[in-house]
């Protein structure tokens, strides 16, 4: 049997994907910026059976439910069509993030099952084309292949949307896991209801796409103040957005607008620190490594913190051959 391990985390958008140009080839309509997180890793392993007749899924040590299970069978028939081979495969998945912190996402999730199921098909495993191919399980998973801050290239085709990385001074994101449900609405729902109703989108589209360069260069000057506030606004923009659509989407609950109001008031107080928040309630709180520690205790109160850094891009094992 062949197998293949790979190792993943969790990114957090500092300017926002959402939005789609094309659902098939999970093309964004407009380029994203994130930080992989040292926090929460996601370990995959696939491994190939000539035998069997179909896929398994298993998610920490339980057969994942039908849907969980559709998405990866779909992610191995495009493996298995790119790589020319045809066998099923076992899929392994252990992911740390506790429910409910918030970072349960997919992205750490199918960038480690494109490394793992890659290596095992024999597709090359160079980060572009990891980014490439964890784009089509989830989008936000093509920027978790790439080490600390990366920018996801919206791109005009397969090949050429891909993500890569970016310099940027050093920087902490302190999460925030407030006590609120996970999102209601998943975001691929989202974004599709916001493209088709909110008046807001075509707005959010041009101001997203102006935001991305502009923290583009914030980066390249190590600008850690223009950073944040181009996050946290871009961030605000992207809630607002979603609220306009109809039905409205609001991932924003009381308990994630108390830690909003929080930042504001650390930043009058002269502790610069910048929130962001993804499809759901939690928050991250953007802040100068010499500060994190003092952010975190200040939202110690509102929700369970965790200070997270730049963390490692995909990190792929080849097992020998082996038989059994
Ligand atoms: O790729 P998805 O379906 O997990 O969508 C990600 C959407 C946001 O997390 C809200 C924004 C982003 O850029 O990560």
Known sequence: MTAATAHAHPNIALVKYWGKRDEQLMLPQTGSLSMTLDILPTTTTVELDPDAAADEFVLGDTAAGPAATGRVVRFLDLVRERAGRPERAVVRSVNTAPTGAGMASSAAGFAALAGAASAAY????????????????????????????????????????FAEPVDAPPMRLVAVSVDAPEKAVSSREGMRRTALTSP?????????????EAMLDACRDGDFSRIGRIAETNALRMHAVTQAADPPIRYLRPSSIAVLDEVQS????????????????????????????????????LGEVRVAGP????RVERHDERHG
Do not use: C, K, Q
Not at 203 to 212: C, N, P
Not at 311 to 314: L, N
């Open 122 to 161: 024999g597709l090359p495993t160079d980060a572009r084309s990891l980014s490439v191919l964890a784009r089509r399980g989830s989008g936000s998973a093509a920027r978790s292949v790439i080490p600390g801050l990366a920018v996801w290239h919206a791109g005009h085709d397969d090949s050429s949307s």
């Open 200 to 212: 807001f989108h075509t707005a959010w589209t041009a101001s997203a796409s102006r935001d991305l």
């Open 266 to 301: 650390m930043r009058r107080a002269g502790l610069e620190a910048y929130a962001t928040a993804d499809a759901g309630p939690h928050v991250f709180v953007l802040a100068r490594p010499a500060d994190a520690d003092a952010v975190a205790r200040a939202l110690a109160p």
């Open 311 to 314: 963390g490692p891009g995909v």
